[in-house]
């Protein structure tokens, strides 16, 4: 059974750019959430998707957007990319209810 | 904004031995998570503790959780040189949503060397 799977696994971009990032939740999961991860820091909560909607947001600009499909997959959007946006950028799955999230391997996003 | 701030940052000890990593948060939670990073790679998710509990076991792993201090500890026994990684805590909010709507808020995290 695949874990959260997420692509691409590293991405070099211009800053103003914008760049498209894909996850895909494990088997079961419904509930999607991305995060940033600056080096040395923890995870930042960027949003939550459940039943195609946005149901949850960070402290992030409206730069950062996002959507779940149908089979729950999950894309987030960055527009007019900033050096600051470097950083590894994690997907989290989950069902419904309290359990521990699944997390992919993350994407490296660097910006130059 | 970090709910969790973990202490201590660094922790560096002879295998065999045990390690203790503690948490404090500011807020109510749900629940309280454990995870467990390499090398900044993807996060591993070690136990849940919920908010009615008090402590809990998996394997070499010990979670405790005190609400009335807004505080948890991980204890790792026997600890081994594959243990050497970064350990995060995350408490688990509602969001202001209705529904399932939930937040998994993330400390700066624990680098610990276990070293042969």
């Known amino acids: 059974d695949a874990g959260v799977t997420q692509s691409p696994t590293h991405l070099i971009k211009t800053r103003g750019q914008q760049v498209t990032l894909r996850c895909s939740p494990k088997?079961?999961?419904?509930?999607v959430s991305w995060y940033q991860q600056a080096l040395g820091q923890g995870p930042q909560f960027i949003f939550q998707?459940?039943?195609?909607?946005?149901?949850q947001r960070g402290n992030f600009p409206d730069r950062f957007s996002g959507h779940q499909f149908p089979n729950y997959s999950s894309e987030l959007n960055v527009n007019a990319l900033l050096l600051g946006d470097s950083a590894l950028y994690l997907c989290?799955?989950?069902?419904?209810?309290?359990?521990?999230?699944?997390f992919g391997s993350g994407t490296r996003l660097t910006v130059v | 904004s970090q709910q969790g701030e973990e202490d201590p940052q660094a922790l560096s000890i002879q295998e065999g031995e045990n390690a203790t990593m503690n948490c404090s948060y500011k807020?109510?939670?749900?629940?309280l998570q454990w995870y467990r990073q390499n090398s900044g790679r993807g996060l591993v998710h070690l136990i849940l503790?919920?908010?009615?509990?008090r402590e809990k076991h998996s394997g070499r792993l010990r979670v405790t959780l005190d609400t009335s201090k807004k505080s948890s500890s991980l204890l790792i026994t026997a600890s081994r040189a594959a243990d050497t990684a970064s350990y995060f805590c995350?408490?688990?909010?509602?969001?202001?949503?209705?529904?399932?709507?939930?937040?998994?808020?993330f400390g700066s995290g624990t680098q610990l060397t276990v070293l042969p």
């Open positions: 989290a799955s989950s069902p419904t209810g309290d359990y521990g999230y699944t």
């Open positions: 088997s079961g999961h419904d509930t």
């Open positions: 998707y459940y039943e195609e909607e946005e149901r």
């Open positions: 807020t109510s939670i749900n629940n």
């Open positions: 503790i919920r908010s009615n509990e």
């Open positions: 995350a408490t688990h909010t509602s969001g202001l949503s209705s529904g399932s709507a939930r937040q998994l808020t």
